[in-house]
């Protein structure tokens, strides 16, 4: 019979880095209220302090806002979370 730390063992050498499973993942959401450079600037400050969010990069003009976040520390429904507590409205579009 094979133990369980055998396996546990295996896995964490087949994880390698213990990186494994982690994804950066890059999207772009439409805010649809973000009308200003003051709105962006609120946006960013507020989303790049989220654990798991590395990057934010604000399109006032065009109303979008592109965000790169690590899918295994933070989903995409609590950014959302975060930016309608702002009081933003967002679409995502895929």
Known sequence: MTSLSFYINEIKALMGSGNWGSQEVTIT???TNM???EDARKLVNALQNIPGVTNVVPFPKHRRLTITYNSSQITLE???YHITKLGYHYLHKI
Do not use: F, M, R, Y
Request: charge should be neutral; charged fraction near 20%.
């Open 29 to 31: 959401l439409i805010i």
């Open 35 to 37: 009308k200003s450079d």
């Open 78 to 80: 609590t950014i959302g």
